[in-house]
T-cell receptor
Framework: AQSVTQLGSHVSVSEGALVLLRCNYSSSVPPYLFWYVQYPNQGLQLLLKYTSAATLVKGINGFEAEFKKSETSFHLTKPSAHMSDAAEYFCAVSDKRGFGNEKLTFGTGTRLTIIP | NAGVTQTPKFQVLKTGQSMTLQCAQDMNHNSMYWYRQDPGMGLRLIYYSASEGTTDKGEVPNGYNVSRLNKREFSLRLESAAPSQTSVYFC????????????FGPGTRLTVT
């Protein structure tokens, strides 16, 4: 069984500062990992995904994440926060069990607030 | 492309009433999913359908039933609503093969009084 832990349910950063959102995973098989973003009153949209190719993954809106197997981590970063980054962010791991049977397990989310 | 659509957007039910949440996707995706989102708990999988004609339970299936009507549509039914089912419900879909991401609908906000 897989699981995801997101450290910090709320993170506040100043506009222009570094954004770091933490995600640690547990998986019995080599994982596929995802970061999703949810803006207020909307569904989730994909930011980026790790699929066992490059360990540093670049996504939309200037976000990137690095897969570190030794630390079982997949932290999300952005060098300079923008007001439009205020949202809730979810890390997820895929069980990769079979063709079409893949399921995602989500973390509990981190709400990012940007301070002007 | 509308992507994943859900109806209704909002619903208020009394305890014991029933209702069906509708979900449709126009991306020719094979797999479809129903999640519920509660504060501090992330998204939890209720049911999923790997392909047309199949459905399986997820993490929190009690009190729900689903129907994969065809490849496009996947509905979630609450037979006898309870206050514990107050939540935001999301439908998602994905293509088979490779680690394709799931695409999410806008959600249905359900309140059970």
């Amino acid at each position: 069984a897989q699981s995801v832990t997101q450290l910090g349910s709320h993170v506040s950063v100043s506009e222009g500062a570094l954004v770091l959102l933490r995600c640690n995973y547990s998986s019995s098989v080599p994982p596929y990992l995802f970061w999703y973003v949810q803006y207020p009153n909307q569904g989730l949209q994909l930011l980026l995904k790790y699929t066992s190719a490059a360990t540093l993954v670049k996504g939309i809106n200037g976000f990137e994440a690095e897969f570190k197997k030794s630390e079982t981590s997949f932290h999300l970063t952005k060098p300079s926060a923008h007001m439009s980054d205020a949202a809730e962010y979810f890390c997820a791991v895929s069980d990769k069990r079979g063709f079409g049977n893949e399921k995602l397990t989500f973390g509990t989310g981190t709400r990012l607030t940007i301070i002007p | 492309n509308a992507g994943v659509t859900q109806t209704p957007k909002f619903q208020v039910l009394k305890t014991g009433q029933s209702m069906t949440l509708q979900c449709a996707q126009d991306m020719n995706h094979n797999s479809m999913y129903w999640y519920r989102q509660d504060p501090g708990m992330g998204l939890r999988l209720i049911y999923y359908s790997a392909s047309e004609g199949t459905t399986d339970k997820g993490e929190v299936p009690n009190g729900y039933n689903v129907s994969r009507l065809n490849k496009r549509e996947f509905s979630l039914r609450l037979e006898s609503a309870a206050p514990s089912q107050t939540s935001v419900y999301f439908c998602a879909s994905r293509r088979w093969g490779q680690p394709y991401e799931q695409y999410f609908g806008p959600g249905t906000r359900l309140t059970v009084t």
